[in-house]
C-alpha cells in the first residue's frame, strides 16, 4: 500500500473542478478518481475508499456505516455535491466526528428557473403538446377553440383576476421562484415555514414579507399553516427540504383541499409529496395537474409507473439545478470542502450534523 | 330559403361567447352554429354561407375568393378568432367591402407566457428529459455532473455574466415576454423592428428604450439590424407578424450567425423560419437548440418530420394562446366583432384591409 493520504472522487467532475486539486502536493496525496460521466460502482468506492482521508461523492452514492466501516479512522471529510443530503449517514459521521461538506445556494438560480418551467408545462398542456407532437398527432388535432387549454398563471387576460401561489417552504430558491412568478402579476403569496405550519390561521406579514412584496411588486406575502395554503392557492410549489420532519406533507387531505384548477409542482424532493395519493387526486380531478422533478423511489421510476399514465403529469428526471453553469460551480465548491477539510480547515460550505 | 338575415358561425365558442349573440332578434337573424370542437369541414361552411351576412371562422378556415363567391354579395363581415389573418385573403376581402374583425391584444400575456415556457425547455432540455422519464429511462439515467445540462438563461450563478436576449420583432407579445425574461437578470435585449432590421448597424436607445429598460430592470434595449441580433445574443426570440415580408427571416446565413450555446425560439409563425436550414443548423450544432409552437406547413406535421427526430428540438402544437382565460376572451372579442359588423356598427377590432 501506498503511504501517501489519499483522496476518493467517486465522479468525473470537470477540468475547471479537477484543477482546484492542484492545491495538494502529489507527492504526499494519491488522488483516487473515476473517469467516467456514470456513477462509480458500489465496488469500486469500496475497493478505493480504504484510509482514505476525504471523499467526494454525488447523490447517488450512499454513505452508510458499512462504507465509513470499509473506510476507516483516516477518513476526515465527505464532500457531497449537492444541496440535499438524504444520501449519507449525518449521525454515523458525527460519531466518527468526520465533516460533511455541501453546495447549497449555487444551485438557487437554476432550480428557480427550473420550478418555472414545470409550472408552465404543468399549466398548459406542455407534456401531452409534446407527446402529441412527437407521436405524428399533429395533422389529426382538432383545433377546436377550448383544445390543451390550461389555467393561465397569474392575473389573466385583463390582469385583474386574483391569483394566489402557495409555498410549501420559503426559503432561497421560493424566493428566487416568486421574484421570476411576480411579472405575471401576482395578487398574494402564501407560505408556510417550520412555524406557520400547523398554526392555528395565517399571521400577520413580517416587515421582511412586507419589503419582499413591495421589492417584487407581489400583492401581499404572509406565512400560514399548511391547510389555508392548499385551500387558498391556485398554484402549489413545494420548495422544503425532506428528511422525516416533511415525510408525505403533501398528502390526501392537502390534495382534496386545493382547487379543481389548482397545479402542484414539486422541485425539491420526492418523499415530500404522497405518490398514491396524487395520482387519485389526478385521475378523480381534485387537482388540474402537477409538475415534478422528483418522485419518491427515483431513479427507479419505470415506464408503468402509474404517474407517467396521466396526461396532466408532467415529469422530469432530477434536472433542477442541471445547468452547465450550476454543477461547475456546485463541482468547484464540492472540490474545495474536500480540500479544505483534508487539509484541516474549516470548510467553505459545511452541514452542521 | 328562410327570409331571416343569417350568420354563420364555424366553431364551437363556448357558452359564455354564445350569450353575447342574443342581443340579434332570432325572428330577424338565423344563427347557423357548427356545434362540434372540431373544425367544421369546407363542404358545411360551403353549404351554409350562400346569403350570409356574418361569418365566423378560426386560422384552420380559410376565407378565400371562392368562399367569397359563395357567400355573394349579402356578406358585410368576417371575424377571425385569432390575431393573424394569413387564411384571410385580405384583397378579396377589401374590393367587395367587407370588413375584417380579428382578436388581438387578449392573447398578449398566454402567448407570453408560453415563450418563456419555450425558452426554459429548450435550454433546459426538458423536452428530452420528458421523453427518457416517459420511456422508463430514469433508472438507467447515469447521473453524471453534467447529464442532461444545459445553458442558463440569465446572468448565471453569482448574477454577473452577460447575457443578451434578442427579439425579431417587438411588439406587445415581444416586450410581456421580456418582462417575465427580466427576473433571470437579463443584461442587454436587441431588437429589430421594420426600420431597424437592415440598417448599417445598432441604433441609439429610445427613449421608449430607456423607460422600458429602467421600468424592467434590463440593462439596456436598442434597436439592431437582423445580423446583429443573431451574432450577439445568447437567446433569439422570433415575434413578428407572418406575411411575405418575413418569410424565411431566420434563415442559414442568420442561423450560421448565431452563437453555439444560443437557443432559438419561435411563437409567432412557421414561415419565418427555414425549418430546412434550422435542422441543419442543429444536426450541425451550429446552435444549441430551438423550441418551437409553429413550424411551416403546420399542422401537417407527421412524425417522421426531421425536427422531430433532434432531441434538441422542443416542438409544441401552436398552444401560445391556449389558456382556457385567453380562448373564452377570444369567442366574445370574436362574437361582438360579429355582431357589430352585421348590424353596420364599429367593430371593437378592425383590420385595417
Known sequence: MSE?????ISRY???RAMS???????????IILWKENEPASREWIEKNVPNATGLLVLLTDKVNESLLEIAGPSLRIVSTMSVGYDHVDTSALRKRG??????????????ADLTVLLCLMATRNAGEGLTLVKNGQWPNLAFGPFTLCGPQIGAGVDGTKPYTVGFVGFGRIAQATLKRLAPYDISRCIYTNSTSRQAPGPQA??????????????GEIFA?????????????IVLAPGGPSTMHIIDERFLRAMKNHAVLVNTSRGTLVDTDALVTALREKWIWGTGLDVVEGEPLIKADHPLLALPRAVVLPHIGSATTDTREAM???????????????????????
Open 13 to 15: 467532475i470537470g477540468e
Open 98 to 111: 468526520i465533516k460533511l461538506g455541501f453546495t447549497p445556494d449555487v444551485l438557487t438560480f437554476a432550480v
Open 224 to 236: 400560514a399553516p399548511l391547510d389555508y395554503v392548499a385551500k387558498e392557492s391556485d398554484l402549489v
Open 4 to 8: 501517501k493520504k489519499r483522496i476518493v
Open 205 to 218: 406579514p413580517s416587515e421582511a414579507d412586507k419589503e419582499l412584496a413591495k421589492s417584487l411588486g407581489v
Open 331 to 353: 463541482a468547484m465548491l464540492a472540490v474545495t470542502n474536500l480540500v479544505n477539510g483534508v487539509l484541516g480547515r474549516e470548510l467553505e460550505r459545511e452541514v452542521k450534523i
Open 20 to 30: 482546484l486539486l492542484n492545491e495538494l502536493d502529489r507527492d504526499e496525496w494519491d
